[in-house]
């Protein structure tokens, strides 16, 4: 039997009242009925009440700004606004979507500063200016659709990761022109014309810009094909001129193979960003020229200091005088810190949460983002004494005696250790026949190199108060364990991912956790790719969904956006030279090993991974005869997002498992 072992999470209970745990209700009071049919509190109408969350969190002048998404505003995002006295107000029109498409899956699609808002329209790719009391004002040209070839492209710029400083926004920008190469770059926009200059130019990609606190220095990451912001990136700084133009530019770290996050000036003056070139974690360095090492590790720990960058506005560490507060993650949970940099000490904060993120700072505070185990997630504020406080929640969607809380377990997977969240089956009113074990539902997240985590979330609750229990995979590849673990996907895509998924499940069968007849798998973009490529390596699991995966890496490099265009020669190797690997590893070309049911849900305008992807494969099973059914919803992208597709789905995917279960 392979080895496994489970790391409990036990919350520490601070701050306020709401993180405390009610009473659990007596056992001998819970009806008998089969695991997966239990009645459960968890709607698919809740859950797309409870997609909104908070993205790309910023301060100014005392208030804190976030966009939420809307499930029932066709999946618009809006800014929210809440005051120092904690008063909510949405500053986006209804109709207003803020989004930006800068490498397809965008984030910093707003900034503010002194009360006036830049931000990005979904609807037409232009900056608006936003002031209070005033519609929204359109400020660039953005772009439009032309036909080309008889398809639909588009034309002109878009922004992200805005920047407001005393010359104008810097902004990461991208331009698109039809059959031409999309061109990414860094500009500086006229907050009165919308007339912008390219100011930095030449690499593929861009990100974080960070203006130092005199105004008159600017910093930012680079790095081109074929390497990805979690591979091998740069960093650069140059002098701000008055007219906006840089000059004296310098790349001061990427000369060796070292993931870049988060370029940041403090109050002082001295540039500070996380890379992992220490060890391989991604730890905290600072920049001070003219010493001999001038780059130095302040925070040398075995955790990641960052998360990848997939989208703009990711922040996990700010400036409370001069001190810094940072979030750490290790070993699957993240934790709160206070660094001294000069004297490089440091100590924990005893925050209750499993997940932080958008650590920003304010003028003698620090405010961030917190999930936890048992609770829906908070704004949380750092004062100057380090004390924690609470300032706003939300109410929790769910009676904690239904909640299931995930897991940390590790466990053997051929010779090499995987990770992962198990969640037990649990609702309050309802238990399994002594006889019977709950069938087991293994959920892959996407990226591939990302992390899942078990903060609270409905979706793993769905299905544990229906009987089923969760396995949520961190395998080889994933963030949060170093860069040996996430670089052990390079050219394993379809290999190892596969194998922890199985070895996962099989694991928790052996311990007799689970119903070894009664495992399905379930994963949306690449991690609908494992879940296709998982089918195809015999029967362990008897059922799987597929949100927008990969169904054919070859055809999805002629297809895909530019930022992950080569992505795929790292995952899985050289193409052409290796081409017959990649058609080795596209489960398209192996739909004859399938033998289990599929189930497939795919947006009609997904742009990342085009619809052509799911389709190809439903056909090819349906040829076959293997039970499956495909699901097409317009006006989605590349995830769900609109209240009535998400409720179909999760309720269509719950009532096909029942019947491949039976």
Sequence with gaps: MNTFSFKFFLPILLYTTFLQSSDMPASDTKKIASYGTWPSPVTAEKIAEGSKGKLNMLLDEGNTYYVEMRPENKGRYTIVKRDQKGTLQD??????????????????????????????????????VIEPGHSPRKLTEGQKKVEKNGTSEWEGTRFADMLATPQGLVAVGEHHAPSQTVENFLALIDIHTGQYKKIASGYDFYSSPAISADGKKLAWISWNHPYMPWTNTELWIADLTHDGSLINKKKIAGEIPESIFQPQWSPDGILYFVTDRDKGWWNLHRYIPGQEKPIENVLPMAAEVAEPLWVFGRSTYAFLGKQIIFAYNQEGFWHLGVLDPDKKQWKALNNAGVYIQQVRGGKDFVQFLEGYADNAEALIQVNLDYSLHLLATIELP???????????????????????????????????????????????????IAQTRNAFQLKQQYWTTRGFAVLDVNYGGSTGYGRDYRNSLN???????????????????????????????RGGSAGGFTTLAALTRGDTFKAGANYYGVADITALA?????????????????????KELWIAR?????????????????????????????????????????????HLYAGEEHGFRQAANIIHSLNRECEFYLEVLK
């Excluded at 394993?492 to 495992?519: C, F, H, R, T, Y």
């Excluded at 930022?563 to 795929?568: G, L, V």
């Excluded at 070309?589 to 494969?617: C, W, Y």
Aim: no cysteine.
């Design 91 to 128: 500053v986006t029109p209804e109709d207003f979507n803020v989004r930006t498409f800068v490498h397809e899956y965008g984030g910093g699609a707003f900034t503010v500063s002194k009360g006036i808002i830049y931000a990005s329209s979904g609807a037409d790719h232009a900056l608006y």
């Design 398 to 448: 769910l009676d904690k005696d239904n909640i299931s809380i995930g897991q940390h377990i590790a466990f053997s997977s051929n010779g090499r250790t995987a990770y992962g969240f198990y969640y037990p089956p649990k609702n309050k009113s309802y238990k399994g026949p002594k006889d019977e074990r709950p069938p087991l539902i293994v959920m892959i997240h996407g990226g591939p």
């Design 491 to 521: 050219h394993n895509w379809g290999v190892i991912d596969v194998e922890d998924s199985i070895n996962g499940a099989q694991n928790l069968a052996e311990m007799g956790l689970v119903d070894p007849k009664k495992l399905v798998i």
């Design 558 to 578: 002629q297809d895909t956006h530019k930022f992950e265009k080569y992505d795929m020669e790292q995952l899985v190797g050289k193409y052409p030279e290796e």
């Design 586 to 630: 596209s489960p398209l070309h192996a739909v004859d090993k399938i033998t289990s049911p599929l189930i497939i849900f795919q947006g009609e305008d997904d742009r990342i991974v085009p619809k052509n992807q799911s389709i190809m494969i439903y056909e090819k099973l349906k040829a076959k005869g293997i039970p499956t059914e495909i």
